[in-house]
């Protein structure tokens, strides 16, 4: 199953970026890295489940799917 919402099609995003101030350190910054929607197992109405993102979840999206 890919990493994707079945209701929005919410998918992973790259991310990150790091200050001025970190890049005038020694430190050896890593800037850029996936973030991964957060997915739950949600139980739809008819009582089958789905993977569905978190933020479907609190919208109740996932009680209207047929």
Known sequence: MA???TICKRGSIMAGGYSNRVRATKFNPTGIVRKQ??????T?????RMKVCTRC???KKHLEVK
């Open 3 to 5: 990493k994707t919402c």
């Open 37 to 42: 929607v957060n997915l739950q197992w949600a």
């Open 44 to 48: 739809l109405k008819d009582g089958s």
């Open 57 to 59: 979840i609190k919208g």
